[in-house]
């Protein structure tokens, strides 16, 4: 499985962008997938999941702003952001999980986008 980030670039605090994220081989559909980020000098942090029925979680400092979406025909996982904060600055990496719900961690990373929020 590979996984192809794209959408990240440079925005103003206030604005909003959208990732994308697809997925080679079959197995997406019966997957879950996520989002995570690391911003300098910091450990990867959690961002949202999206379980294979739909269902979703999110890390609390994004709830409210950003949602994760799948759409299953296309192999592809999105994370729409808005009302982004110059803290939201990171490399931002899709996920793959090995079951149909988020475990502890996944198993199969994308290469990363980055999203830089000016102030």
């Known amino acids: 499985v590979q996984l192809q980030a794209s959408g990240g670039g440079l925005v103003q605090a206030g604005g909003s962008l959208r990732l994308s994220c697809t997925a080679s081989?079959?197995?997406?559909?019966?997957?879950?997938m996520g989002w995570y980020r690391q911003a300098p000098g910091k450990q990867r942090e959690f961002v949202a999941a999206?379980?294979?029925?739909?269902?979703?979680t999110y890390g609390d400092s994004v709830k409210g702003r950003f949602t994760i979406s799948r759409d299953d025909t296309r192999n592809t996982v999105y994370l729409q952001m808005v009302s982004l904060k110059p803290e939201d600055t990171a490399v931002y990496y899709c996920?793959?999980?090995?079951?149909?719900?988020?475990?502890?961690?996944?198993?199969?990373w994308g290469q990363g986008t980055q999203v830089t929020v000016s102030s």
């Open positions: 081989g079959s197995r997406f559909s019966r997957n879950a």
């Open positions: 996920s793959q999980y090995a079951g149909m719900w988020w475990g502890a961690i996944p198993d199969t």
């Open positions: 999206i379980a294979n029925v739909g269902a979703t």
